[in-house]
């Protein structure tokens, strides 16, 4: 079985999108696939298959009001079943570790050729470790700057996370990105590649593993919504940003025109490769699927451990995942390979600046009608 988890650093991207119509071009390729709903909380995902509304699902198994092998159910395309996410947990992040775990085992027992994850937008742990759940994992981005940024962003937090799953506790490797991580901004500067030669000084072996893991480690990145030829260059220049800075090779599976179509079959509650197989995007989706047929299986090494023994570590770049000094240090990292251009930056400052000044306008407004409210009042 290949495990394919499906995710991105924002959400509207088209993740959704790719799940469920590759899931589909699979299936009538003649695997058996399952593909599964885990952006619990904001779960669309049966819309898109054109599913009606789901009773059970991942919220209805993990509350154990029904059982796992109930909430597979089958779906009116050829070898494709389907795991709905439901709304019955608030978010993904609310999973707590038993849950997860047990999610993680069931997975892993299922019977298919391919199994499709659809997850939530974000680095939250859980979709992180989801995400780690195969080496072969695709990231969708987009792009704008803020989706180009937070796909590069999402694979260097899986890194990170990687690399807190591969240190043991207690080891020299550990010890040492604990004492980075009490300044968060300095840890999330450092490149892997320099990182990891400054961590064989202490613990030679916890490096060489990590190193192992990384060399198995292939994610792949399919870039959405382009409307040019110019802008697939995006998901070269992201490639190269995860090659230098973080010592990662990223597969690109291929890059998806923007298609009104696809809102067309989303109304008619169809798939898009079913709606129109021979549209620009259908053909898109027909090609990543290819690709992934060509390819071979792999996985982690039989010491990866999925399933959390240790509640108490956690990822070294999770606490400050939103901070500027983070957010900054991605910044860096991309302009320095060209994927971000001194252009986009200076578009995504004249961006802000302009919504910094409606808001201060609309503060304005509202302070003057509460003004006038409290005058009329005392009149009264």
């Given at each position: 079985m290949q495990i394919i988890p499906i995710a991105s650093g924002k959400g509207g991207v088209g993740k959704s999108l790719l799940s469920a119509n590759l899931a589909i071009t699979l299936g009538q390729a003649g695997k058996k696939v399952i593909l599964a709903d885990l952006d619990l909380g904001a779960s669309n995902l049966h819309l898109v298959i054109g599913q009606?509304?789901?009773?059970?699902?991942?919220?209805?198994?993990?509350?154990?009001e029904t059982k796992f092998e109930d909430i597979i159910q089958p779906t009116e395309y050829e070898n494709v079943w389907f795991i709905a996410g439901d709304s019955e947990i608030p978010g993904l992040s609310s999973l707590k570790i038993f849950q997860k775990n047990s999610l993680i085992k069931k997975f892993q027992e299922l019977d298919c050729d391919y199994l499709i994850i659809d997850l939530g937008a974000g680095t939250h742990l859980t979709i992180l470790d989801l995400f780690l759940l195969s080496p072969q994992g695709i990231v969708v981005t987009a792009p704008t700057v803020t989706a180009t940024l937070n796909g590069y962003l999402f694979l260097k937090n899986a890194v990170f996370r990687l690399m807190a799953t591969t240190f043991k506790k207690n080891s020299k490797a550990a010890e040492y990105l604990e004492k980075l991580k009490s300044d968060s901004s300095s840890l999330q500067r450092l490149y892997i590649p320099k990182l990891i030669e400054a961590i064989k000084e202490v613990d030679p072996k916890s490096a060489a593993k990590f190193e192992e893991r990384m060399k198995q480690f292939h994610p792949r990145l399919v870039m959405n919504m382009i409307d040019e030829p110019r802008d697939a260059d995006k998901a070269l220049k992201i490639r190269r940003s995860c090659q230098q800075y973080l010592g990662l090779d990223v597969e690109s599976l291929g890059v998806m025109y923007r298609d009104t179509l696809q809102d067309k079959a989303l109304s008619s509650r169809l798939p898009v490769v079913v709606y129109k197989p021979n549209a620009v995007i259908s053909q898109a989706i027909y090609r990543v699927a290819e690709k992934i047929l060509q390819s071979e299986t792999i996985q982690f090494?039989?010491?990866?451990?999925?399933?959390?023994?240790?509640?108490?570590?956690?990822?070294?770049?999770?606490?400050?995942?939103?901070?500027?000094?983070?957010?900054?240090?991605?910044?860096?990292?991309?302009?320095?390979?060209?994927?971000?251009?001194?252009?986009?930056?200076?578009?995504?400052?004249?961006?802000?600046?302009?919504?910094?000044?409606?808001?201060?306008?609309?503060?304005?407004?509202?302070?003057?009608?509460?003004?006038?409210?409290?005058?009329?009042?005392?009149?009264?």
């Open positions: 009606s509304s789901p009773k059970g699902g991942i919220g209805t198994y993990i509350t154990g090494d039989k010491d990866f451990e999925h399933i959390d023994t240790d509640t108490s570590y956690e990822l070294a770049a999770e606490e400050a995942t939103d901070d500027f000094s983070q957010k900054m240090s991605y910044v860096e990292d991309l302009v320095g390979t060209g994927a971000l251009s001194m252009g986009d930056l200076a578009e995504t400052i004249k961006t802000q600046a302009y919504e910094i000044n409606q808001l201060r306008n609309e503060n304005i407004l509202l302070k003057s009608k509460v003004v006038k409210a409290i005058q009329q009042g005392f009149k009264c």
